[in-house]
T-cell receptor, first 115, second 115 residues
């Protein structure tokens, strides 16, 4: 059983739709992340929240909008996506910064298909 | 900037045979090194990590990795694999003491264990 849960596991949406991915961590961590995993590409770090404050945004298009209402919950709001945005979106959490060698814990991911 | 290279996209191996998955990194500063595993339809799970000290690191499921600073490598090994080890394996690096919360991943190696 994972300490990081993501819903929905699968999502199909049209390019004009608005949807959200949800992530909840039960580990008491203070940092949360969104990653994008596409076939044959390295995992791409999209957003980092530390103590509920966004500390990193790796030039992600504005059609992706994150929200971190508290240290246990993280959302990724999706709006007017493109077919190339189809991927596995992974949420993760850690206690402290990745840069200090702390382990990050991943959820099982949300498979997104944009049609 | 740091980068990670996993030259082998796929490694087929027979059950009970030894395996080595290669990982090379590039960095001008000291780094932390990680191996994560992703089983089908699941998120990533930490196998092992090198922070400091002994260059031979032991992880879960009988895996181990050796940090070689002169060759900038962190190869993953297992003396005898099982069918259940079939998964995608990701090497990752983070900068020691860096200000940014960033874990850089390689493109992954699919370990395909055959009976």
């Amino acid at each position: 059983e994972t300490g990081v849960t993501q819903t929905p596991r699968h999502l199909v949406m049209g390019m004009t739709n608005k949807k959200s991915l949800k992530c909840e961590q039960h580990l008491g961590h203070n940092a949360m992340y969104w990653y994008k995993q596409s076939a044959k590409k390295p995992l791409e770090l999209m957003f980092v929240y530390s103590l509920e404050e966004r500390v990193e945004n790796n030039s992600v298009p504005s059609r992706f909008s994150p929200e971190c209402p508290n240290s246990s919950h993280l959302f990724l709001h999706l709006h007017t996506l493109q077919p190339e945005d189809s991927a596995l979106y992974l949420c993760a959490s850690s206690q402290g910064s990745q840069s200090r060698g702390n382990t990050i814990y991943f959820g099982e991911g949300s498979w997104l298909t944009v049609v | 900037a740091q980068s990670v290279t996993q030259l082998d996209s796929q490694v087929p191996v027979f059950e009970e045979a030894p395996v080595e998955l290669r990982c090379n990194y590039s960095s001008s500063v000291s780094v932390y090194l990680f191996w994560y595993v992703q089983y089908p339809n699941q998120g990533l799970q930490l196998l092992l990590k090198y922070l400091s000290g002994s260059t031979l690191v032991k992880g879960i499921n009988g895996f181990e990795a050796e940090f070689n600073k002169s060759q900038t490598s962190f190869h993953l090994r297992k003396p005898s694999v099982h069918i259940s080890d079939t998964a995608e394996y990701f090497c990752a690096v983070s900068r020691y003491g860096g200000a940014t919360n960033k874990l850089i991943f390689g493109t992954g190696t699919l370990l395909a264990v055959q009976p």
